[in-house]
Structures are given as structure tokens and as C-alpha cells.
């Protein structure tokens, strides 16, 4: 079967660096997605990984390996909007999204 | 104005009725989905489409029917709703190309008494 793991929840103080982690197991790989939840509203689009290697993109960065099925996202300078859920969501080889059931990231002061 | 626009937002109704959930979007995108969302759960696909003459099953597709009316408007459909479909339901609309991001509607909550 398909499978995508992450953390449950998460503590993190603001202005400090958090990197939540997605391991993924797909039929096929087309991409990986890193999208922010806040709580009640819709999943907002966050970074992009296709290939190896790190992007980055402000605060955020996200990092691949799909060697080993494994992605980060990393966010520094953290402030309190950065409460929220981060999914983790993989392309397979039919072209669907397979979601993780996301991160929750507590920013405490 | 949002560019995914989901109506209603929040709906209670009984067990056994017909709903209709319905998604409109000003993106111009020809990709359109349905998605639940429950506590604990990642993202579900109901169903998706890819234009308007198509139309697919996701990976939870049973007790549910879509119509894709136009490019722009996707609905969804609980023919007898019943309460293990108590649900946050999103709709979501993506470009052409396999790695362009999905934009989500704010989501209607669905509880089925």
C-alpha cells in the first residue's frame, strides 16, 4: 500500500528552527508537496520537490531524497502565525496526491 | 473575492437525505477535485476531473456522485447521506501541468445527525 508518515504534533519556541519530517512509501513518485494548514481554513500551497537536493524559499526551505523516501521541511526565525498544520503530500506514479495526515506545529512564546 | 468558492460552508442535516455540495472557480483551471478531510486523517480523494467531459474515481469514491456541470463548476453529491459522512469536504482546482500545485476552497462542514 501507499504510505506517507509524519509527526503528529510538534513544539516549537518562536524565533527558533523547526524541521518536520515526511517519510513516504508510493507506487511511483512525481513530486513531492509541502502545503500549511491553519486551523478551520483550507491547505495553502508551501513548496515543491521534484528532485534531490534542498529549496528554498524565504523561511521555509524543503529538502528531497528519493533514495530514501524521505523529505523536510525547515522553518526558521519561527513566529507565532507559523502555528499550524503541515502536510506532506506525494505525487504517485497515477498522478494523485497522496496526503499525509499533517504536522501540528505549536509555537510557543 | 476567492478564486475556489464552496457553498455552503456548513451544513447539518439528517440522516438518509440527498446534499449537494457545490464548488465554482475563477482560476480558469481545467483540473477539479473533491477531497474529505477527518480528524487524524490525511487528505481523502472522492473523485476528480481533468475537463469537463471527465470524470474519475478517487480512493473513497463510494456513497458519493459528481457532476462536472462547466470548466468551472464541481459538485458533489451524498445521494443518502449517512453519518460516518460527517466530514470536512474540500474542493480543490490545479493547471494543466502534473506539478502545479492544488488551490483549495475554505472547505464545507458537513455533519449528518
Known amino acids: 500500500g501507499q504510505n506517507i508518515d509524519q509527526p503528529t504534533e510538534m513544539t516549537a519556541t518562536e524565533g527558533a528552527i523547526v524541521q518536520i519530517n515526511c517519510t513516504y512509501q508510493t507506487s511511483g513518485f512525481n513530486g513531492l508537496f509541502w502545503y500549511q494548514q491553519h486551523a478551520g481554513e483550507a491547505p495553502t500551497f508551501l513548496s515543491y520537490?521534484?528532485l534531490d537536493g534542498l529549496e528554498e524559499k524565504g523561511r521555509f526551505s524543503s529538502f528531497l531524497s528519493r533514495s530514501k523516501g524521505y523529505s523536510y521541511l525547515l522553518l526558521k526565525e519561527l513566529q507565532m502565525k507559523d502555528s499550524a498544520s503541515y502536510l506532506c503530500a506525494v505525487m504517485d506514479s497515477n498522478y494523485q496526491l497522496i496526503w499525509g495526515a499533517g504536522t501540528k506545529l505549536i509555537i510557543k512564546p | 473575492d476567492a478564486d475556489v468558492t464552496q457553498t455552503p460552508r456548513n451544513r447539518i442535516t439528517k440522516t438518509g437525505k440527498r446534499i449537494m455540495l457545490e464548488c465554482s472557480q475563477t482560476?480558469?483551471?481545467?483540473?477539479m477535485y473533491w477531497y474529505r478531510q477527518d480528524p487524524g486523517l490525511g487528505l481523502r480523494l472522492i473523485y476528480y476531473s481533468f475537463d469537463v467531459k471527465d470524470i474519475n474515481k478517487g480512493e473513497i469514491s463510494d456513497g458519493y456522485s459528481v457532476s462536472r456541470q462547466a470548466q468551472a463548476k464541481f459538485s458533489l453529491s451524498l445521494e443518502s447521506a449517512i453519518p460516518n459522512q460527517t466530514a470536512l469536504y474540500f474542493c480543490a482546482t490545479s493547471g494543466g501541468l502534473n506539478n502545479q500545485p492544488q488551490h483549495f476552497g475554505d472547505g464545507t462542514r458537513l455533519s449528518i445527525l
Open positions: 482560476k480558469g483551471h481545467d483540473r
Open positions: 520537490n521534484v
